[in-house]
């Protein structure tokens, strides 16, 4: 048993996607992670947690769990809230190079331990990234790699990255507080951006270098435009029949 679906089980979850989304209620252009979640959930005979941890569907008799993202193609990922234990300290330090540097290490480190404790916590052999990409014509790509093993439970590398603090900006309604930039060594691009003098958040904008080249392990469909989805009155005829 793996993480990565066949493709009758790709195609299913496409075709749940597609129907909720059919809905009246329901907003084509951002469907939510927990959506996402309970439909792997129901296609992959797997248990949908409602926790903060790393993974968030699992199925623990066959040792396999999946991280579940959902965002418009656009929108960089929130890959969790990062609050580190000694994060004052470390801000206050950050201001040198060396000290942004073993920041920014830290923050790779959290990221890694927090995927280390799911496969702990439920004895998991391997964690799967699944993943729906949703485009602005309503094109959308749902994706599945393999993230961390038992064997290889290092998701990211320190040495990969590294880190600097953005300017802060200032706008006409509020003031954009800066941002720790952790930026992909080989390639030069941002891949991260730890809001952590606000609330914490960590953007993780190299997730693009994760998306399909190929439909390995992949779907892309359509999804339902205002016009073709069903009507609030067809949804009532539809529940109100016995």
Request: proline fraction near 4%; hydrophobic fraction near 40%.
């Amino acid at each position: 048993m793996t993480v990565l679906s066949n493709h009758r089980e790709l195609k299913r979850i496409a075709h749940l996607i597609t129907r909720f989304t059919s809905l009246p209620f329901s907003d084509p252009a951002s469907v939510p992670g927990a959506v996402v979640e309970s439909i792997v959930a129901e296609v992959r005979n797997a248990t949908r947690l409602e926790t903060y941890d790393f993974v968030d569907v699992v199925r623990p008799a066959e040792g396999i769990g999946w991280q579940v993202k959902s965002t418009k193609a656009s929108t960089p990922v929130t890959w969790k809230r990062a609050k580190l234990p000694n994060q004052v300290e470390l801000i206050k330090a950050s201001q040198t190079a060396t000290g942004a540097q073993v920041l920014g290490n830290s923050i790779i480190e959290f990221c890694n331990a927090h995927a280390r404790e799911s496969l702990k916590e439920y004895g998991l052999s391997e964690i799967g990234y699944s993943r729906l990409l949703i485009r602005a014509d309503l094109s959308a790509t749902y994706f599945e790699r393999i993230l961390v093993t038992a064997k290889s439970p290092e998701l990211f590398k320190a040495s990969e990255f590294s880190w600097q603090w953005s300017i802060q900006k200032q706008s006409k309604k509020k003031e954009q507080l800066s941002a720790l930039h952790g930026i992909h060594v080989k390639t030069g691009k941002k891949w991260w951006a730890w809001h952590g003098l606000g609330e914490n958040q960590l953007h993780f904008s190299g997730e693009t270098a994760w998306w399909p080249t190929a439909e390995t392990n992949a779907i892309t469909f359509t999804l339902p435009s205002l016009v073709d989805r069903m009507s609030m009155q067809d949804l009532i005829e539809l529940l109100d029949t016995d």
